[in-house]
């Protein structure tokens, strides 16, 4: 998949996500906000200017995501992104309205519309994770010119080659036929169960 597919299937069908801002004190606040549109620039949204999320979303410039589309934990699709944010106006309103025309049974008139404005993530990195895959499925993405960051568990060449790493391994992600061995980073779980059981320390955690 590309980025607009995963940044695609976002807007289209999960839409409302999870997102999470810092407060003053430093803690995060999560809120349900409806992801309304994306393009090669980015994933758009917008909130109302005298909501505390408006605050948080100005003095940090950033924001994380989490949206889950199936019909139980082993069917689920799980999208994550954390990413910078900044704030559009109101130019953007009339073309979000439209394509998410619930939007205007909620603010009904153009005064009441005043009070909106929109943002924009417009450089990030995210991860697709799908449980409904035998194995897993894993996958990272950036958009905007993000960066994208090694996470997971890794195999150095202290591998003595002892296998006790595929022993654990809930998905059998973990290929034995060569040495030191290598974990499938697109079906691993990053359980940690490899690091714990590695009597020669060979497996690194990243990110």
């Known amino acids: 998949m590309s980025k607009m597919d995963y940044l695609k299937y976002v807007v ?4 409302t996500t999870v997102v999470a801002t810092v407060d003053d004190n430093g803690l995060p606040v ?5 992801m309304m549109d994306y393009d090669e620039n980015g994933l758009y949204f917008l909130t109302a200017k005298g909501k505390g999320f408006y605050d948080r979303l100005i003095r940090r410039g950033a924001i994380a995501l989490t949206g889950i589309h199936g019909t139980d934990t082993m069917s689920c699709v799980a999208v994550s992104i954390r990413g910078k944010v900044r ?8 073309r979000l309205f439209e394509k998410n025309p ?8 153009v005064e009441s519309q005043t009070a909106l404005t929109v943002f924009q993530i417009y450089e990030g990195n995210g991860e697709w994770f799908d449980l409904s895959k035998k194995p897993i499925e894993r996958a990272a993405f950036t958009f905007g010119g993000g960066t994208e960051a090694p996470e997971g568990y890794f195999v150095t060449d202290k591998c003595i080659g002892c296998k006790f790493c595929y022993s654990k391994c809930p998905q059998k992600c973990i290929d034995i036929s060569v040495k030191p061995v290598v974990i499938r980073q697109e ?9 714990e059981v590695c009597p020669a320390k060979a497996v690194e955690r990243r990110g």
């Open 12 to 15: 289209e069908t999960i839409h």
């Open 30 to 34: 999560t809120a349900a906000i409806d």
């Open 87 to 94: 704030e559009l106006g109101s130019a953007p309103l009339s």
């Open 102 to 109: 619930y939007m205007s049974e909620i603010y009904p008139t």
């Open 187 to 195: 079906n691993c779980l990053h359980c940690g169960n490899c690091y």
